[in-house]
T-cell receptor, first 113, second 115 residues
């Protein structure tokens, strides 16, 4: 069965600092992995996804993530945080049989000026 | 439409009542998903439609929950005899073909509060 674990329910950074949000997965088959962002009072929006092509995936708003099979990780990074990046971030894995998404518990990113 | 829409945006009901939540997917999307997001948690899968049929309803918590998609477009999630524990944000998503690599496009959700 597929699952994801997000370490750190809250992450705080200063504006301009590196953002690192952690996600580890468990999967019996090669996984498809996703990062979604949820701004206050808005729906989930896809940041990026890994579908077994390039292991370094670039997404919107300057975010990227690297698939590391040896570490079963898919951490999300951004070199320089902006105030507008403050939101909830969810890592998810796709179930290959039913295509449903299995989400982590989320990480709330706070950005301080 | 331009995106996935859900109505109502907020629903307050009393324990024991019946509620219906509606989802309008992106035009042409064949796959539709319902998720439930409780406070402080990630979304949890409820049911998945491919066309008119429910391809996977393994996430429905009990027989009080039911969903339909009679014409392969709009879907309605129905909850009978609501309980306080049903309070959550109910999210709908759609994809073009229902493939595991497809991007799921989410609606803004319906916040259900059961008093």
């Amino acid at each position: 069965a597929q699952s994801v674990t997000q370490l750190g329910s809250h992450v705080s950074v200063s504006e301009g600092a590196l953002v690192l949000l952690r996600c580890n997965y468990s999967s019996s088959v090669p996984p498809y992995l996703f990062w979604y962002v949820q701004y206050p009072n808005q729906g989930l929006q896809l940041l990026l996804k890994y579908t077994s092509a390039a292991t370094l995936v670039k997404g919107i708003n300057g975010f990227e993530a690297e698939f590391k099979k040896s570490e079963t990780s898919f951490h999300l990074t951004k070199p320089s945080a902006h105030m507008r990046d403050a939101a909830e971030y969810f890592c998810a894995v796709s179930d290959p049989n039913t295509d449903k998404l299995i989400f982590g518990t989320g990480t709330r990113l706070q950005v301080f000026p | 439409g331009a995106g996935v829409s859900q109505t109502p945006s907020n629903k307050v009901t009393e324990k024991g009542k019946y509620v219906e939540l509606r989802c309008d997917p992106i035009s042409g999307h064949t796959a539709l998903y319902w998720y439930r997001q409780s406070l402080g948690q990630g979304p949890e899968f409820l049911i998945y439609f491919q066309g008119t049929g429910a391809a996977d309803d393994s996430g429905l918590p009990n027989d009080r929950f039911f969903a339909v998609r009679p014409e392969g477009s709009v879907s309605t999630l129905k909850i009978q005899r609501t309980e306080r524990g049903d309070s959550a944000v109910y999210l709908c998503a759609s994809t073009l073909a229902g493939l595991p690599t497809d991007t799921q496009y989410f609606g803004p959700g319906t916040r259900l509060t059961v008093l």
